[in-house]
């Protein structure tokens, strides 16, 4: 068993002197300040997720357990707490505005502080400095986190407002759901300020250039679950950084993984490792894209946990992910398709891809007697206990969330911080503005 | 709003070349490998349990959140998971000996592999290059994750097998609790080996010097919400350190907040937060010695997560640690004063801090009726229903656990990573031991 320790000792100095390059994910030949960011974010993805999600893509088949791009990728923590008033837990409004814009402020707030005053975002400091910007979410491309990048309001609630203000952001890339809040008269004035408009996701393969209003879906996209070859959120994310990167200044995007929070606080365990399935193909992509452009940084990170996830539960030690794979719809899906059949327990157990037992369907048939949401709810409950996975929760809990960062500068945001500090860190790396460059001019004369 | 941006740059360029010693927590004139390490475990400290501890210690007079010890020292995470044949959820003994030896085995086993072969431990090799080597726990001395240390057993439960090895150790100082599996004969068979045996936590301060066989209590020792005072971890980790460090040649601590996790097990918040704190001093204390002792690594980590502990609850969106500062002393220590008294309504008022509602009074009153456990577990419920804590098992979970560091290499912890693969990378920062001196000898003749 005694390794030889003189090899051993040799191995770390080694270790010692390349550490910095391996945790920080840089490659030898990055500037120290990157030309492009892409700043992502698990929407409610705290810890638990991604540890359930390792065990989830395991190969039960191998002694190991293989790494997931999370693992490769992990730099450090965030502290999520929005500003005192709202006590210890955040929503997403607040945290997507200490993100945006180094501030905190109270639950609610798009991009605004405490006392309602617009805070200057990342998004729009990036403009400033002559970069091109750009939101690729899942849920409706107006929701609180991409929200508190690109508009100001009071309220996340206000959403026709917010989409109005979306105007005036002059995003060049704007991709996710919400044809609801957008009327075509909005839609209108979009396409005479020069945005192509598309309403169906396939468009998306045909646009080479220019800017885009990108509305896929009523409100949020589909579940991966029900949509397994869509790759909605890496395809976006695809095409949105071919057409920033097109902009010799670079270019600054946001992603979302919008609705792993949805899934969340449905403590819908199945949908939500779908969701985070896609967010870490949509990673992978940025990872490629990197590859190729080593003056990108990603940072990714959460803005709080949501449903209080616990990987295994109910006094027994283990977690058993297995059956997650069987179900090949949402449960969700599968309650809305068959409300009206007379077989619908045969279309479950399809659907499911296993058979409950007597006493499962017992519940079952009680639920879907009372109502369909109940029927949903008792699915899900189905697969929790399968699963052994615990929830505390339908709304968010205050746990750190994990920082992962890969590109120029991304040692920056190894260790401990405040999200409030992601945005401050990130808006260090951005050039002088052409205001600031200016007054710089002024003063050398 | 706007900062200047071009100071800002200068700031991110600053940052970034002392971000690894920032980081790290490395000083700069301290060696690359360390003399000493002293290596810090949190049993079933969870990512909750860090996050929870830093906003019951939050000052609710001041704006800010003040960051807790914890928060300066975080570099990374760990995947705990044991053996594939234990499945994903790890118990003390597989993550001990994933720990001290780097080898995944079955829940249960103490410093053996999944074959029941024994694995060479952290401590053992310490010893064999000529270190002092000692551990200070508040179970039990030979309770898992020491004994994975220490000795090696086919089951943690063989408790009196695992006190007899303690003998062959050679440890220098072992302290904490478990009088009750070290007969008179064993204790004898100690003194003749040349240890100090100590039975009253008070004759510790006496020591100046030798070896030291400490057992302060029939198992655990107090919880700390019932001795606040006693500080017993920190001192007997200051102890330890004034002893071990007496041997030129370094030495290796292990020391564990060991009922962290059975407080987690019992669900019980306030009983956690005591032990918490006690766990943050004792870190304060090793971060003193090495301020004065910089050849010195302290790394921290947690076997796994306890209880599912959440940050939030009960679809709310809160924590309220307020009332967990109330209590004087544990719910289990509440009950078992005043089971005979016929005032324990009176009692129950004065040790919990506050008064229970109407309703919460014929809770209690009801379990009280039923039998004293049932009364304990009402009143750990009441305390996790104002606070707003939410459980989800009495056992383990398998969500991933922080890691933190300070001191020399401590930069080789930042990241992700399997806890097998702390155990290699303290071993690599291990001397040759005598044995490998002797055959480098023999071979470059």
Known sequence: MRVNRTLSSL????????????????????????????????????????????YYKDDPNTD??????FDRLLVGMARTSPAK???????????A????????TYNGAIGVDEHKHPVTTLLEKAKATG?????????????????????????????????????????DVIIGGGQRYFSDDLIKKFEQKGYQYLNQFEQLDAVQSGKVLGLFADVQLPWVLDNPQGHQ???????????????????????????????????????????MDEFA?????????????????????????????TVGANDKKSWNPA???????????????????DNWQDTLIQKLGFKPSDEEWNTLIAAKNDKDSKLTRAIIDLVNIRSNTGWTSDDHTAVDVQVFAMGPASKLFIGSQDNTEIAKKLDSLLPPSKSELMKKSVANK
Chains 1, 2 share one sequence.
């Open 233 to 275: 959120l890496s395809k976006m994310t695809d095409k949105a950084l071919s057409l920033l990167s097109q902009n010799d200044k670079g270019f600054v995007l946001v992603v979302e993984g919008s609705i792993i929070d949805w899934a969340g606080h449905g403590n819908d365990i199945a949908t939500v490792m779908g969701e």
């Open 85 to 95: 008033v709202s006590g210890y837990v955040t929503d997403s409004a607040a945290s």
């Open 64 to 69: 190991e357990i293989e790494p997931t791009i």
């Open 323 to 341: 059956i997650l794979h069987k179900l090949n719809a949402s449960p969700q899906t599968i309650v809305s398709t068959f409300t009206a059949q």
């Open 131 to 171: 970069k091109s910007i750009g939101v690729a979410v899942t849920s409706q491309v107006n929701h609180a986190t991409p929200a508190s990048f690109l508009a100001h309001n009071e309220s996340r609630k206000n959403y026709e407002q917010i989409a109005e203000a979306y105007l005036d952001s002059d995003a």
């Open 281 to 309: 193909n949509t990673l992978a992509t940025i990872e490629r894209f990197i590859n190729t452009h080593p003056d990108t940084l990603m940072v990714v990170t959460a803005d709080h946990d949501t449903g209080g996830l």
């Open 11 to 54: 191995l770390a100095l080694t270790i010692l002197s390349s550490a910095t390059a391996i945790a920080a994910n840089t490659k030898p030949d990055a500037p120290i300040k990157p030309k492009n960011i892409v700043f992502v974010i698990g929407d409610g993805m705290g810890p638990a997720y991604t540890t359930a999600y390792r």
């Open 97 to 104: 505005t200490a993100l945006s814009a180094g501030v905190k």
